[in-house]
Nanobody, 117 residues
């Protein structure tokens, strides 16, 4: 079965950087879109950034210019480089993967990002 393993969260001071990674495994099917979402306490889960198999990207307005999403199709991984982090970026971050030949969304277990001085 599909498995998504995330890593890279942690505690960082405002203005600092973190890099999140997510590795997908467990199926032979090719991946269509990959993305990162986040959910802060008391708020709905929201899209942070997405990337297609062709490399097209989209970002939430609030992270544009600070975050960069990338993927390695050969390794089935997606990364999120987060720079100039702000306290309002504090949330649990989840990766999501959609496959060409599988229905539904596949989610990672989530990784905590805390931005605090």
């Amino acid at each position: 079965q599909v498995q998504l393993v995330e890593s890279g969260g942690g505690l960082v001071r405002p203005g600092g950087s973190l890099r999140l990674s997510c590795a997908a495994s467990g199926t032979i099917f090719s991946i269509d879109t990959m993305g990162w979402y986040r959910q802060a306490p008391g708020k709905q889960r929201e899209l942070v950034a997405g990337i297609t198999s062709g490399g097209s990207t989209n970002y939430a307005d609030c992270v544009q210019g600070r975050f960069t999403i990338s993927r390695d199709n050969a390794k089935n991984t997606v990364n999120l480089q987060m720079n100039n982090l702000k306290p309002e970026d504090t949330a649990v971050y989840y990766c999501k993967v959609n496959y060409y030949s599988l229905r539904g969304d596949y989610w990672g277990q989530g990784t905590q990002v805390t931005v605090s001085s």
